[in-house]
Nanobody
Framework: QVQLVESGGGLVQPGGSLTLSCAAT????????IGWFRQAPGKEREGIAC????????YYATSLRGRFTLSRDYARNTARLQMDGLKHEDTAVYFC?????????????????WGQGMQVSVSS
């Protein structure tokens, strides 16, 4: 059973940067992809980006491409989401989750074993 723990959230000013980390325990890193999602108050959970189970291939939500960068350390079983140029509308609870071994998708139905989530607030 893979368990995920997110870290790195907090308060940042508009235009600033933040790096979120997702540490996985249990399982083998090459057995699953990892996705990042967020949910703002009153809104549905939104896919941000996901990264392959084995070769570092990534897929981003179109609206966030260019500001967010996802990477993965397969040896340490961690995934890092670098967020730059943050805006007020990026304020949300951010989650990482275990995704399918093959393919890349941001559809939540393909994800299991969600982390507990953490708050990211963008405010001056």
């Amino acid at each position: 059973q893979v368990q995920l723990v997110e870290s790195g959230g907090g308060l940042v000013q508009p235009g600033g940067s933040l790096t979120l980390s997702c540490a996985a325990t249990g399982g083998t890193s090459n057995d699953y992809s990892i996705g990042w999602f967020r949910q703002a108050p009153g809104k549905e959970r939104e896919g941000i980006a996901c990264i392959s189970s084995h070769d570092g291939a990534t897929y981003y939500a179109t609206s966030l491409r260019g500001r967010f960068t996802l990477s993965r350390d397969y040896a340490r079983n961690t995934a890092r989401l670098q967020m730059d140029g943050l805006k007020h509308e990026d304020t949300a609870v951010y989650f990482c989750a275990v995704g399918p071994r093959m393919g890349l998708s941001l559809r939540t139905k393909f994800y299991t074993n969600w982390g507990q989530g953490m708050q990211v607030s963008v405010s001056s």
